[in-house]
């Protein structure tokens, strides 16, 4: 809701390149968390939908990505577990899978060591053996403080309210600098929420 056709345009003009992905946000991402454990606060499954030329588009541009809205962060960083997944499964197996779906515990439950250009090349891959354009797909993705992304370096996103798995995402994504992040906005009258305002984070890589 930031963008309107004139800044797109000069972007574009600029050099910066947009691409669309598609996340149908499920209630879970909106619900208070009210336990102790961020763990156990159930994400429902989320439909993600991403056209090829995204995809490509994204393993060009590693290590410039700009998620704009939490809801594009999760679906971009969704894309890494589950080309994991199809980089570990045979071609001629493509056609068994049902659905490419990542459970919300997914990313904590062990190490992983593809780089993410490799996981977006098997999802290229998977895409063209099996003569598709889109990837649809399913995520119940939670990221919360010890995630380490994969795909993203900078996040644009309004100002979340307490108890949020929002807020958890951006405690993640700025290891843990929320606080001076929020006690900024609160001293200079920022508007929260959907219609609030805006800001630009960076990854916090140390």
Same mark, same amino acid.
């Given at each position: 809701?930031?963008?309107?056709?004139?800044?797109?345009?000069?972007?574009?003009?600029?050099?910066?390149?947009?691409?669309?992905?598609?996340?149908?946000?499920?209630?879970?991402?909106?619900?208070?968390?009210?336990?102790?454990?961020?763990?156990?606060?159930?994400?429902?499954?989320?439909?993600?939908?991403?056209?090829?030329?995204?995809?490509?588009?994204?393993?060009?541009?590693?290590?410039?990505?700009?998620?704009?809205?939490?809801?594009?962060?999760?679906?971009?960083?969704?894309?890494?577990?589950?080309?994991?997944?199809? !980089? #570990?499964? *045979?071609?001629?197996? /493509?056609? &068994?899978?049902?659905? @490419?779906?990542?459970?919300?515990?997914?990313?904590?439950?062990?190490?992983?060591?593809?780089?993410?250009?490799?996981?977006?090349?098997?999802?290229?891959?998977?895409?063209?053996?099996?003569?598709?354009?889109?990837?649809?797909?399913?995520?119940?993705?939670?990221?919360?403080?010890?995630?380490?992304?994969?795909?993203?370096?900078?996040?644009?996103?309004?100002?979340?309210?307490?108890?949020?798995?929002?807020?958890?995402?951006?405690?993640?994504?700025?290891?843990?600098?929320?606080?001076?992040?929020?006690?900024?906005?609160?001293? !200079? #009258?920022? *508007?929260?929420?959907? /219609?609030? &305002?805006?800001?630009? @984070?960076?990854?916090?890589?140390?």
């Amino acid at each position: 809701m930031h963008f309107t056709q004139q800044v797109l345009d000069d972007l574009r003009q600029r050099g910066i390149r947009t691409t669309e992905v598609t996340l149908h946000v499920g209630a879970g991402t909106f619900q208070p968390v009210k336990v102790e454990d961020a763990n156990l606060h159930p994400m429902h499954t989320e439909i993600i939908a991403v056209p090829r030329q995204a995809i490509a588009d994204i393993q060009s541009g590693l290590g410039h990505i700009v998620a704009v809205g939490t809801t594009s962060m999760r679906t971009l960083e969704s894309l890494y577990f589950m080309g994991v997944r199809l !980089h #570990d499964i *045979r071609t001629t197996d /493509y056609h &068994d899978i049902d659905t @490419l779906h990542i459970d919300q515990h997914e990313p904590y439950i062990q190490q992983y060591t593809l780089t993410a250009h490799d996981a977006l090349q098997a999802i290229l891959d998977y895409l063209d053996a099996t003569g598709q354009n889109t990837l649809h797909a399913e995520t119940q993705i939670m990221i919360r403080p010890g995630y380490t992304f994969r795909i993203v370096e900078q996040l644009i996103t309004n100002f979340h309210q307490p108890k949020s798995t929002l807020l958890l995402l951006v405690s993640a994504f700025v290891d843990g600098d929320w606080h001076t992040i929020y006690d900024y906005a609160l001293s !200079h #009258d920022f *508007r929260f929420l959907s /219609y609030g &305002d805006s800001s630009i @984070l960076f990854r916090n890589s140390k």
